[in-house]
């Protein structure tokens, strides 16, 4: 059974740092790319982060690049995305996706884990 599961979201102090997990269950990583997305209640879900096993390519948007990093690990089938230097705006729903090698689109999804950045 494919499987996402986030965890490690919770409150922080701006300037702080999460560290953010994936349990990928059922996915292979040289079959799929994985990312990061954040939802704040009234906008669009915002891609963050994604890596790529084949070749290790990673790309970051800009409101993130410089303070998170992406990486997985093959032996636990997990992936992690480090948050430092948090900020207010950070505050959203993150979820964990996963979209075939040659797909466009994510198509599986985990549930989303709550991060609070406080002033």
């Known amino acids: 059974e494919v499987e996402l599961v986030e965890s490690g979201g919770g409150l922080v102090q701006a300037g702080g740092s999460l560290r953010l997990s994936c349990t990928a269950s059922?996915?292979?990583?040289?079959?799929?790319?994985m990312g990061w997305f954040r939802q704040v209640p009234g906008k669009e879900r915002e891609g963050i982060s994604c890596?790529?096993?084949?070749?290790?390519?990673?790309f970051y948007a800009d409101s993130v690049r410089g303070r998170f990093t992406i990486s997985s690990d093959r032996a636990t089938n997990m992936v992690y995305l480090q948050m430092n230097s948090m900020k207010p705006e950070d505050t959203a729903v993150y979820y964990c996706?996963?979209?075939?090698?040659?797909?466009?689109?994510?198509?599986?999804w985990g549930q989303g884990t709550q991060v609070t950045v406080s002033a």
């Open positions: 059922g996915i292979n990583f040289d079959e799929y790319a």
């Open positions: 996706a996963a979209r075939e090698i040659r797909g466009v689109n994510f198509k599986i």
């Open positions: 890596i790529s096993h084949t070749d290790g390519t990673t």
